[in-house]
């Protein structure tokens, strides 16, 4: 445990979180909550800050006297409870041995070693088409009707007063086409496609204003796992517990095939949980949680867990 001391003030950096608070209710460790609520409750009350600290901070310390254990599972979404969670894109993996993997105690870090992912969401999807609205024109019906990963191309062919230029990177429209329901993740994610431009006097994507379309596909996919503690994820304007991002490298209908560099792994630890399930979302760069339509996807785990807890805690 590094010390600093600044101005008198004794300064402590951690590499695991020190603050149990911080963490879903119910996924800390009971015996391990118990010793330091022990701790906790029987510091006599003539003690000063300083010295409490002191004994706090030798409790934390001592959790990781002992060598940490490591151990790696693969698990699919395909193992989930269909019924509960019919999506593969949403959905909880319980870790109780019936899927021949266990649940496992005193988990202190957690990484995404390996992920087999397919390219089969839409970019023109359910979510993102109902942010639309339009002047009179019948091209936004069109486009309401359908839902599919469409290119420049297909979208011009949609109708005659949809036109695009090579020259620009703009499409050009009959009609206003317009996003009024408010400047989210969705609203962005149909302007990307179609290249409405952001009209801050209105507040409003519009066609009027256009921008390069970027109908390529999302930039990467995050995977999002719940549960576990934030210390340990990557934080975005949209989630705190991003556990991998992984680049967008294949197109429509292909499958990604994922390894993490060694450089990205995330070497903080956290209070020791109890780790049975994993709650899993895919997200989009705009934090939309994307339709698979169906198909299913295989991610490799890495667990860091406490070794034996020293006898004299």
Not at 186 to 198: E, F, M, P
């Amino acid at each position: 445990m590094a010390e600093n001391y600044q101005n008198g003030s004794r300064l402590t950096r951690y590499t695991y979180a020190p603050n149990p608070d911080d963490f879903e209710s119910g996924q800390l460790n009971p015996s391990l909550m118990n010793r330091i609520n022990y701790e906790s409750e029987s510091s006599d009350s003539s003690e000063d800050a300083y010295e409490y600290t002191l004994k706090k901070e030798e409790y934390y310390k001592n959790l990781f006297r002992k060598p940490l254990k490591k151990i790696r599972f693969s698990v699919s979404t395909s193992d989930r409870d269909r019924t509960t969670y019919p999506d593969s894109h949403d959905c909880k993996i319980i870790l109780n041995g019936s899927n021949n993997i266990d649940e496992y105690n005193n988990v202190v870090g957690f990484n995404i070693l390996e992920a087999c992912i397919p390219v089969s969401y839409y970019n023109i999807n359910l979510v993102n088409r109902a942010r639309l609205t339009s002047s009179g024109t019948t091209i936004l019906n069109i486009i309401q009707g359908l839902n599919g990963y469409y290119s420049v191309a297909n979208i011009k062919g949609l109708h005659a007063n949809i036109a695009y230029s090579a020259n620009t990177g703009k499409f050009t429209f009959t009609g206003e086409i317009l996003s009024t329901l408010g400047d989210t993740g969705q609203d962005r994610s149909i302007a990307k496609v179609l290249g409405l431009g952001y009209d801050s006097a209105s507040k409003t994507y519009k066609s009027s204003t256009p921008l390069v379309t970027d109908i390529r596909r999302t930039g990467f996919y995050d995977i999002e796992v719940g549960n576990i503690p934030s210390i340990n994820c990557l934080h975005t304007n949209y989630s705190k517990n991003i556990i991998a991002r992984i680049p967008m490298t294949e197109n429509f209908t292909h499958i990604i095939n994922y390894s993490t560099d060694l450089m990205d792994l995330n070497c903080n630890n956290f209070f020791p949980i109890k780790l049975n399930h994993l709650d899993i979302k895919v997200l989009d760069e705009f934090g939309n949680v994307i339709d698979l339509n169906g198909l299913d996807f295989i991610i490799t785990c890495e667990v860091t867990m406490l070794g034996d807890l020293p006898e004299d805690m």
